[in-house]
């Protein structure tokens, strides 16, 4: 097993360098210039001004050069400093964002898994019957709603029409003076369309696998053999079954996380969720390099550690790999 | 087999396709079916809720949401379409490579493939849609590049398991060159999963799409998309529920409508299900 997580740590090191060197090209390739540099601010500024700006920022250096160094602070951790008027650290900026935009992703993916595991197996087990045709619209539906309009749609129901949810933020006016409990109600209560229209499209897509993983499952051969020797049916079915349909969730589980990162964007700039997303979007709409590249970055390694998570779980739950892995 | 028999054995690809087939046509035939000019200002009809004239409300510059619409339909199909294309041209080329050159080339490109499926790759799309002039070609043209991943994972697999069928080493045998081989007998065995991605992937980017014009990154005012309308919908959200609903269900229905006849044809290409029926 630390044979096999070493490999994967150690193979995760070149994608990381692509990735950045990627988007590093595209990003410092496209053309115009941070607006740190000043033209669009001020249009009196002379090319003299412009010359010495983008000297400041190093903006003047070739590419290659320019990628050298951001890398060589990058491997101490050093993110540099955003152009925009704060100046502050990329990684202070980065990290106060991180944990929102954590908690509503695992909360979604907790309430993916709660709600498609049960639904799969039912209609797999219940084959062809009514709740299995009723799941199989709510499935195509739920994938092929706009996430963003589902969220509008609540916003108006919930929100504006029955008035029980706020729409916008996380935290309600004066929740400094709550008690803990109250602070955390009020928390479930901003976040509750935000995860749920997070969800939404995964738990289509997972039920769905779920079901044709969990059908695939009961006609093989060994299910065959534990009901002639007389193994109870729910046994069978939610022990047996049920744990080798799974395996196929786990790996979705990682593919799914590049989505839920970037699917954050919208969710939390329609929300006015201080997450990740929404720094993205500002510091996208500013051209503020050093922050867009800390961002990616970030990005990038949550969605390496999460398919690393979901290749040990998977080698966890198969024995299979998990002895293959160590020859 | 009559229409009714293919209608009760396929019902996926008859509904996906109607819906396909109208959703393309209302598009088509925009300019004689609107009731109303997309982008006609008229101060005297503000935010009126649907009605006889206007069937879908009109929104804050008293503009027909109808009309505009069916004009939104012309701009997500075209993205769907051109991004798809784009996503083909570049997946089904690197996937024939991998899957029927050598070892090196099969893991070079694979690497490369599996690294742009750990890119956060809305992130990537966002910026560059941002720093380059939001235009329609530019939204194409990323969606494009960042969503070939899929299609030449497949063309792999399916080369990697025709390679070894008799029919292609029987041409190799023969001395028939490996493009040949390629163009002939194996892309055509390789069709339908091809065509199923391809559908699938329409809808795919139709949803991204109407993501970035809701984030004001897509097609820009006045000219309707789906996405931007229901930017102004969450704008008035307080006043204009029809601002909001309509949009999105044209975006729900095409988008099923794709998905459905992308899953239909997969059963048809399936000699599995298809011969068990």
New interface residues.
Partial sequence: MRAFLVKRLLGMIPLLLGITMISFAVIHLAPGEPSVVGQQMNPRISAHDIERMRHYYGLDKPLTVQYWLWLKRLVRLDFGKSFSADHRPVIDKISERVPITLLINILAILMMLAVAIPIGVASAVHQDSWMDRLMTIFVFIGFAAPNFWLGLMLMIWLGVDLNWLPIAGIHAYGWQHMGFWAQQYDLARHLAIPVFVSAIAGMAGWSRFMRSGMLEVIRADFITTARSLGMPEPRIRYRLALKNAMLPIITLLGLSIPGLIGGSVIIEKMFSIPGMGQLFYQAVMARDYPLIMGILVIGAVLTLLGNLLADVAYAWADPRIRHGGKQ | MSVLAFVRRHPLMVIGGGIVGTVSLLALLAPWLAPYDPTDINVKAILLPPSWQHWCGTDILGRDVFSRMLYGARVSLAVGFVAVGIAMVIGVPLGALAGYGGKTTDSLIM??T??M????????I???I???KPSIWNIMIVIGLTSWMGVSRLVRAEFLSLRQREFVLAARATGVPALRIIARHLLPNAMGPILVSAILGV?GAV?VE??LS??GLGVQPPNPSWGNI?TE??DN??IA?WL??Y??LA???T??GY??LGEGLRDYFDPKINGRQ
């Avoid at chain 2, 499926?117 to 992130?123: A, E, M, N, Q």
Wanted: charged share 5%; hydrophobic share 65%.
């Fill in positions: 690497r490369w599996d690294m499926l750990c890119f956060p790759t809305f992130f990537l966002l910026a560059v941002a720093f380059l809808a949803l109407s993501g809701f984030l229901l919908g969450q959200i307080q529920w909001s609903l949009p999105g975006i729900l229905v988008v099923l998905n459905l």
